[in-house]
């Protein structure tokens, strides 16, 4: 017994609809490494986009609750702000860039754009 949430339910679909794909790589040691992570497992980053000089993310909330959570990026970021589903800019600006990441804040089963212009 227990929740879909406790159970990876989201996760696991997304495994088994997105599988990894293997290639061929040499034997020496490679250091992880990740574009983008999400700190709560109820937001689900679903896709990232490609623009010339910037990257939109769109990530939803999955599990049905009100959360807060932090998106990280390993990419050269000099903004982040966000934008509607046309990718156009939000009229409050650029989001504040913490070590932790950016701070996005998702009521149940909500979708949000964060656009990422990237320094050169």
């Given at each position: 017994?227990?929740?879909?949430?406790?159970?990876?339910v989201?996760?696991?679909?997304?495994?088994?609809?997105?599988?990894?794909?293997?290639?061929?790589?040499?034997?020496?040691?490679?250091?992880?490494?990740?574009?983008?992570?999400?700190?709560?497992?109820?937001?689900?980053?679903?896709?990232?986009?490609?623009?010339?000089?910037?990257?939109?993310?769109?990530?939803?909330?999955?599990?049905g609750?009100?959360?807060?959570?932090?998106?990280?990026?390993?990419?050269?970021?000099?903004?982040?702000?966000?934008?509607?589903?046309?990718?156009?800019?939000?009229?409050?600006?650029?989001?504040?860039?913490?070590?932790?990441?950016?701070?996005?804040?998702?009521?149940?089963?909500?979708?949000?754009?964060?656009?990422?212009?990237l320094?050169?």
């Amino acid at each position: 017994s227990g929740s879909f949430q406790d159970a990876g339910v989201v996760q696991c679909a997304y495994n088994l609809n997105f599988p990894l794909h293997v290639v061929p790589a040499s034997s020496a040691p490679c250091p992880p490494w990740s574009a983008f992570s999400v700190s709560s497992p109820a937001v689900v980053l679903e896709t990232a986009e490609d623009r010339p000089e910037a990257v939109v993310v769109r990530l939803y909330e999955a599990h049905g609750s009100t959360v807060v959570t932090w998106l990280q990026t390993s990419l050269p970021v000099k903004e982040a702000m966000l934008c509607d589903l046309l990718e156009r800019p939000a009229a409050q600006g650029c989001l504040p860039l913490e070590p932790q990441g950016v701070r996005l804040s998702f009521t149940p089963f909500h979708v949000l754009s964060v656009l990422f212009v990237l320094r050169q």
